[in-house]
């Protein structure tokens, strides 16, 4: 009786740990019909300023984080807050351009880093960061929201459209997600998805 009981409350924890609120996808200014007919699109990332989880900035979560992990082990917090920042260029932003390039290959359109020639650019702006968890009995999902600027690479102060996508998840199959970074960029892959599939009902 009493592992019934156990195991019926850990499913209740579970499950409370993965409740999120529905995805949303919306243009809040301008138009995106801009980018039909174009080839390339440059991309960008901005990460200057968004909070993570109960923390109102994200350099008062890696200071938080870091010092715990030293306070553990001598170095460790150092080199996760490395880590924490190398995962843009070296697993987030690849995900979101792949699975958006994949699901944009109907329209042609692609988005590339460093092409000032194009005359769109799409500036990716993450702005909260829900890092979640994963303890094996117990997990929260990751997930993010971006707000999404297009402008004119010649003029970058002029901004055609704007497009908001909130709780976007980030988890892996079969919850193999341990790592917080591999949960993030599973939720900058499933953006690049969403905004495609998005873009692709939008566009001529």
């Known amino acids: 009786m009493k592992k019934f009981?156990?195991?019926?409350?850990?499913?209740?924890?579970?499950?409370?740990?993965?409740?999120?609120?529905?995805?949303?996808?919306?243009?809040?200014?301008?138009?995106?019909?801009?980018?039909?007919?174009?080839?390339?699109?440059?991309?960008?990332?901005?990460?200057?300023?968004?909070?993570?989880?109960?923390?109102?900035?994200?350099?008062?979560?890696?200071?938080k984080k870091s010092a715990e992990y030293n306070a553990k082990e001598a170095g460790r917090g150092d080199n996760w807050k490395k880590a924490w920042v190398a995962d843009r260029k070296a697993r987030f932003e690849p995900k979101f351009e792949e699975l958006f390039n994949k699901g944009m290959e109907d329209k042609g359109i692609q988005v590339v880093q460093a092409r000032p020639d194009?005359?769109?650019?799409?500036?990716?702006?993450?702005?909260?960061?829900?890092?979640?968890?994963?303890?094996?009995?117990?997990?929260?999902?990751?997930?993010?929201?971006?707000?999404?600027?297009?402008?004119e690479s010649a003029n970058k102060s002029n901004k055609v459209a704007e497009i908001g996508m909130r709780n976007i998840p980030g988890s892996m199959a079969m919850g193999m997600d341990f790592d917080t970074g591999a949960r993030l960029a599973e939720s900058y892959a499933k953006a690049g998805k969403t905004l495609a599939n998005f873009l692709d009902k939008k566009l001529k």
């Open 5 to 63: 009981i156990y195991a019926s409350l850990l499913g209740i924890f579970v499950m409370s740990a993965q409740v999120s609120t529905a995805q949303r996808v919306e243009v809040k200014s301008g138009d995106v019909a801009v980018l039909s007919g174009q080839k390339n699109i440059n991309i960008e990332y901005d990460y200057s300023q968004f909070g993570v989880g109960k923390f109102a900035t994200e350099q008062e979560y890696l200071d």
């Open 118 to 151: 194009a005359q769109y650019t799409m500036i990716v702006r993450t702005t909260f960061v829900e890092p979640g968890f994963n303890v094996g009995v117990m997990r929260k999902n990751a997930y993010i929201d971006y707000t999404i600027d297009v402008v």
